[in-house]
Each structure stands twice: as C-alpha cells, then as structure tokens.
C-alpha cells in the first residue's frame, strides 16, 4: 500500500522535535532587531520569534550579541552587496548614483520589512554599554561610505567627475542622504516622499558633483 507524501512527513513532523532552522532563526532575528532595535529586544522576544529553546540558541550564537552579529551580516549580503553590484556598473555617474538612492527608498519602504535603514536604526538605538556592537556598525558604514568613494575616485580617472573633485566629501553627502531618508521612513514618510526627495537631489546633482572644485 502507498503512502501519501503529506501523511508521510506530518507523521515524521508529530513523531519527532522540530529541528533548529539557522537560516529561518536569522531571519526572525533580523526583522526583529530591525524593527525594535538590539537593546529593546530581549531574548525571550527572540526565543518567541524563533521557536528555538534558549539554549539551543546560545550554543548557535553564543549570546544576544553574536545574533545579532549574523542579523546584521544577513542584512549586508542582502542589500550592500546589491549597492556594490550597482556602484560597479559602467554608467554615467548620475545614473548610478540615482539607482543607488533609489535602491534605498525602496528598502527603506518595503511593506514586508521594517521602516529605514536596519543600519542606522541599529546604530541610533545602542546604548553607552554596547561599545564593540557600535564600533562594528561604524566600521560597516565606513565600508559603505569607502565603497562610494572608489567609485567617484574610478570615475574621476575616466574623466566623468573633475580632476579636484572631492570625492570623500562627496560620499559623505549620499551616506548622509540616505541616513535622512531612513529616519523619515521610520517617521511615516511614504515611498513617494524619498523619491521626491531623490528627485530633488538629482535636479541638483550637476553642482553637487562638483563639490571641491574652484567653479
């Protein structure tokens, strides 16, 4: 007599324990974190969320900390890696700069995600006493920031962007847009408003990329 797949594996589900899904434990973390930030959630939010015993969690990550380590990792091979991908690209500069502001408004509105920037938010809502989780996000931003830089820097020695464009500066102004345009999502402005926003930028893009220069 056959057996019906379904029956098969409820039968397996019923007869033993659930197995502890890393991925899925990541994830739940995540959003998590992303929407309450790390000092306002608690292990018992996260054993909730996960459906992992709290000792089963420890002995994966070693404490609240190291969760919170891989959220932010899931987080960064899921977003900034795709801005890397587009700072990459051998478009005009404005192009890529509007593909990359735009990326952000959409994230950062993302109806099946938290508001903003996970980052930032993170950033802005550790206390005094989480020193090392706040020097790696400041470490994090500046691989951003750095990421920014090189691709104004490639498109000065292709002769896109003036010779005395400053560059560092210049990446300053979008990682400070983009920190903007996340603390308005988290305050209710909708995917419209950051695309206004951009538009605003781009309209003055010709001037900003010139920022440095004697003109």
């Known amino acids: 007599m056959s057996i019906n797949n379904e029956d098969a594996c409820a039968k397996k589900s019923?007869?033993?324990?659930?197995?502890?899904?890393?991925?899925?434990?990541?994830?739940?973390?995540?959003?998590?974190?992303?929407?309450?930030?790390?000092?306002?959630?608690?292990?018992?939010?996260?054993?909730?969320?996960?459906g992992a015993k709290a000792p089963t969690l420890y002995a994966e990550f070693g404490n609240k900390e190291g969760l919170f380590r891989a959220a932010v990792e899931r987080y960064l091979s899921r977003y900034v890696e795709c801005y890397n991908r587009l700072l990459a690209q051998e478009l005009p500069i404005a192009d890529i700069v509007e593909a990359y502001l735009r990326t952000s408004a959409e994230v950062f509105t993302d109806p099946e995600n938290p508001t903003g920037c996970f980052m930032v938010c993170a950033n802005a809502a550790l206390s005094d006493s989480s020193n090392d989780l706040a020097e790696m996000l400041r470490n994090k931003h500046f691989a951003q920031e750095t990421s920014l830089k090189a691709c104004f820097d490639r498109k000065v020695q292709?002769?896109?962007?003036?010779?005395?464009?400053?560059?560092?500066?210049?990446?300053?102004?979008?990682?400070?847009?983009?920190?903007?345009?996340?603390?308005?999502?988290?305050?209710?402005?909708?995917?419209?408003?950051?695309?206004?926003?951009?538009?605003?930028?781009?309209?003055?893009?010709?001037?900003?990329?010139q920022v440095g220069n004697k003109v």
């Open 14 to 50: 019923r007869g033993r324990p659930k197995q502890f899904d890393r991925d899925q434990a990541v994830e739940q973390a995540l959003e998590l974190f992303w929407r309450h930030g790390y000092e306002s959630t608690s292990l018992a939010d996260l054993v909730e969320a996960t």
């Open 158 to 209: 292709q002769g896109e962007l003036l010779a005395k464009t400053d560059t560092g500066l210049l990446a300053k102004y979008i990682i400070c847009m983009i920190a903007g345009m996340s603390a308005q999502a988290r305050e209710g402005a909708s995917r419209e408003d950051l695309l206004r926003l951009l538009d605003t930028t781009m309209m003055i893009w010709p001037r900003l990329s």
